[in-house]
C-alpha cells in the first residue's frame, strides 16, 4: 500500500506543484494575470502567489513540491518495481515527509490566518503531504518498532489506517468553513 500510496501522492502533488510553477511564473511576468484558481475572494491563487509565504526560502515553494514530490513518486515506482532500501535511505524519507508535514502545516496557518485566501492546487499538495507523511510513518513504525507491545500499538494504527487523514482533512475543512464563514454564508 504504502508504494501506491507514495506513486499516486507523488504524481498528484507533482501535478499540483508543477501548474503553481507555471501560474507564478505567467503571474512573475504579467503583474496582470489572472491565475485559472482565482475564482472568488476566497479561492484565489494569484493573492497568494505574490505573498512574501510564497517564496519562503527565496524560491517559489511550488518548486520545492516540483523537487520533493518527483522523489516521492520514484520512490513509490521503484518500491512497486521490487526495490529494497537501507535504513538510512527511510531515516531520509521520514525526515523528508516529516518536514514537508511542518512547511504545510504552518502554511495552512498563513493561508488562513495570514493572508485569508485559498489556493485549491496547495489544497491539494496539503491533503497529499499529510497522507504520504503518515503511510511513510506507519511502514517507519513498522521498521523501527522492537517490542511486542509496540507492534501491537502499530498494528492497531495499520488497522485503522484512514482514520488519522480522513480526520486530518476534515479538521482543515472545519478551519475553513469557519474562518471564511461570512463569505460562505453570503453564497447561501
Known amino acids: 500500500m504504502l508504494a501506491w500510496v507514495l506513486l499516486i501522492g507523488g504524481l498528484l502533488g507533482e501535478a499540483a506543484a508543477l501548474i503553481l510553477s507555471v501560474e507564478k511564473y505567467r503571474l512573475a511576468v504579467d503583474p496582470d494575470y ?6 472568488n475572494p476566497v ?40 526495490a529494497r532500501a537501507a535504513g538510512w535511505f527511510w531515516a531520509g524519507l521520514q525526515a523528508g515527509v516529516t518536514a514537508g508535514l511542518l ?3 504552518w502554511l495552512i496557518g498563513q493561508s488562513l490566518y495570514v493572508i485569508g485566501a485559498l489556493c485549491p492546487y496547495c489544497v ?12 511513510v510513518t506507519l511502514a517507519s513504525l513498522d521498521r523501527w518498532t522492537r517490542s511486542a507491545r509496540t507492534r501491537r500499538v502499530v498494528a492497531t494504527l ?14 482543515v475543512a472545519v478551519l475553513v468553513v469557519v474562518r471564511f464563514w461570512d463569505y460562505w454564508r453570503t453564497l447561501i
Open 34 to 39: 489572472i491565475t485559472s484558481c482565482d475564482l
Open 43 to 82: 479561492v484565489s491563487c494569484g493573492s497568494i502567489m505574490t505573498t512574501p509565504q510564497a517564496s519562503e526560502f527565496g524560491i517559489p515553494n511550488s518548486l520545492l513540491g516540483v523537487a520533493g514530490f518527483a522523489v516521492v513518486a520514484t520512490v513509490g515506482a521503484a518500491l512497486l518495481a521490487g
Open 103 to 105: 512547511f504545510v502545516l
Open 124 to 135: 491539494v499538495v496539503w491533503v497529499v503531504t499529510a497522507t504520504i507523511f503518515w503511510y
Open 158 to 171: 495499520r488497522s485503522y489506517h484512514a482514520v488519522p487523514v480522513v480526520a486530518g482533512v476534515a479538521l
